[in-house]
Nanobody, 123 residues
Framework: QVPLVESGGGLVQAGGSLNLSCAAS????????MGWFRQAPGQEREFVAA????????YYTDSVKGRFTISRDNAQNTVYLEMTSLKPEDTADYYC????????????????WGQGIQVTVSS
């Protein structure tokens, strides 16, 4: 198990920004791809972004491209999600994920999940 702890969520007005962080425990952090999912009320959990273990290629769902940026600091065992130009439809619980096999877009591809953190964007 890889404990993952998200922080940085909260309430923001539309057009604003938030930065999420996810701190991971363990000495194998830099071996794992990392990512973020989100789940809005009444909706299925959906992929947001992912980054390879080396911090190389990044992947985003279409609705956040150009607005969200995923990054990681392997020395700090932390992955980040910078969210700008936030919209009310970005309101959701955001989950940090680690270590995947297969397609980044599928929830079942990821082995470790954080508890989630709430992001609310008011109009």
């Amino acid at each position: 198990q890889v404990p993952l702890v998200e922080s940085g969520g909260g309430l923001v007005q539309a057009g604003g920004s938030l930065n999420l962080s996810c701190a991971a425990s363990g000495r194998t952090f830099n071996r794992y791809a990392m990512g973020w999912f989100r789940q809005a009320p009444g909706q299925e959990r959906e992929f947001v972004a992912a980054i390879t273990s080396s911090g190389g290629p990044t992947y985003y769902t279409d609705s956040v491209k150009g607005r969200f940026t995923i990054s990681r600091d392997n020395a700090q065992n932390t992955v980040y999600l910078e969210m700008t130009s936030l919209k009310p439809e970005d309101t959701a619980d955001y989950y940090c994920v680690a270590d995947n096999v297969g397609n980044y877009y599928y929830t079942k591809s990821w082995f470790h999940w954080g508890q989630g953190i709430q992001v609310t964007v008011s109009s």
